[in-house]
Nanobody, 114 residues
């Protein structure tokens, strides 16, 4: 059974940083695209960042230059380093792994507020 478990969310002041982690169990992640999505209250889930098996990355315009996605296949973990956080980054952040099937984590809350 494939499980994705996110951690690292919390409350941070504007301008602060957080590092999210997503640990996968039950399957190797090597061949999968790994991605982070987020969903704010009343809004649709949106793609934040993705990283391919060859470590090619892509970012939404709203986070480009502030967030960095990375992966460690030996640890079956994907990270999202979030810097210069803004109140509009407040959302539940979800990890996913994608190939022909898409697997999701349960989400971790990120709140940016003074």
């Amino acid at each position: 059974q494939v499980q994705l478990v996110e951690s690292g969310g919390g409350l941070v002041q504007p301008g602060g940083s957080l590092r999210l982690s997503c640990v996968v169990s039950g399957r190797s992640v090597t061949a999968y695209i790994m991605a982070w999505y987020r969903q704010a209250p009343g809004k649709q889930r949106e793609l934040v960042a993705s990283i391919t098996s060859r470590e090619s990355t892509a970012y939404s315009d709203s986070v480009k230059g502030r967030f960095t996605i990375s992966r460690d296949n030996t640890k079956k973990t994907v990270y999202l380093q979030m810097n210069s956080l803004k109140p509009e980054d407040t959302a539940v952040y979800y990890c996913s792994m994608q190939q022909t099937t898409v697997y999701w984590g349960q989400g971790t809350q990120v709140t940016v507020s003074s």
